[in-house]
T-cell receptor, first 114, second 116 residues
Framework: AQSVTQPDIHITVSEGASLELRCNYS??????LFWYVQSPGQGLQLLLKYFSGDTLVQGIKGFEAEFKRSQSSFNLRKPSVHWSDAAEYFC????????????FGKGTKLSVIP | NAGVTQTPKFQVLKTGQSMTLQCAQDMNHEYMSWYRQDPGMGLRLIHY???????DQGEVPNGYNVSRSTTEDFPLRLLSAAPSQTSVYFC???????????????FGPGTRLTVL
């Protein structure tokens, strides 16, 4: 069965600093990859997704992620963090076209120091 | 267009009580699903449906029932609540896509359930 690992439970960064959140997946083929953000007390919002093609994908709110097949990774990055980015971030995978079941990582909570 | 709506937002039950969590979407999405979110566990799939009259189990289905009589609604039933079902429950929906594509899933705001 596929699995998703987010090694960092909690990350704290200063406002204006760069950010990288790690995500590794375990699956025989290339799955569909997603990053979601959850603000406190809110539902999940899709930041970006990777299906195929260019391995660097751009998302909303200035986020980007890079798919590295050799490392089975899909790390999320942002060059300059804003206080409003404080939230919990989830990496997720779907097995591929026609499969809608998402497997989520356990999440990384981001705190931002003003 | 309200998207995915869930009611109630909060609920407290006693062990053994039953209740139904409501989920509705107005986007004519064929696919709907229920997840539970527990601290340090991420989201785990409970049940899902690819259309009216069709449901299937996800990763953690025990203790939950679902039905899909209409495209719009996908209620989640707890027949006899247990403290282990204390969690935040999210409903999601999406269009079904072809075999070479994928459609984004939209999530509701969640229902926070406490079982005493």
């Amino acid at each position: 069965a596929q699995s998703v690992t987010q090694p960092d439970i909690h990350i704290t960064v200063s406002e204006g600093a760069s950010l990288e959140l790690r995500c590794n997946y375990s699956y025989g083929a290339t799955p569909y990859l997603f990053w979601y953000v959850q603000s406190p007390g809110q539902g999940l919002q899709l930041l970006l997704k990777y299906f195929s093609g260019d391995t660097l994908v751009q998302g909303i709110k200035g986020f980007e992620a890079e798919f590295k097949r050799s490392q089975s990774s899909f790390n999320l990055r942002k060059p300059s963090v804003h206080w409003s980015d404080a939230a919990e971030y989830f990496c997720a995978v779907a097995l591929g076209a026609g499969s809608y079941q998402l497997t989520f990582g356990k999440g990384t909570k981001l705190s931002v120091i003003p | 267009n309200a998207g995915v709506t869930q009611t109630p937002k909060f609920q407290v039950l006693k062990t053994g009580q039953s209740m139904t969590l409501q989920c509705a979407q107005d986007m004519n999405h064929e696919y709907m699903s229920w997840y539970r979110q527990d601290p340090g566990m991420g989201l785990r799939l409970i049940h899902y449906s690819v259309g009216a009259g069709i449901t299937d189990q996800g990763e953690v289905p025990n203790g939950y029932n679902v039905s899909r009589s209409t495209t719009e609604d996908f209620p989640l039933r707890l027949l006899s609540a247990a403290p282990s079902q204390t969690s935040v429950y999210f409903c999601a929906s999406s269009r079904l896509a072809g075999q070479s594509s994928y459609n984004e899933q939209f999530f509701g705001p969640g229902t926070r359930l406490t079982v005493l």
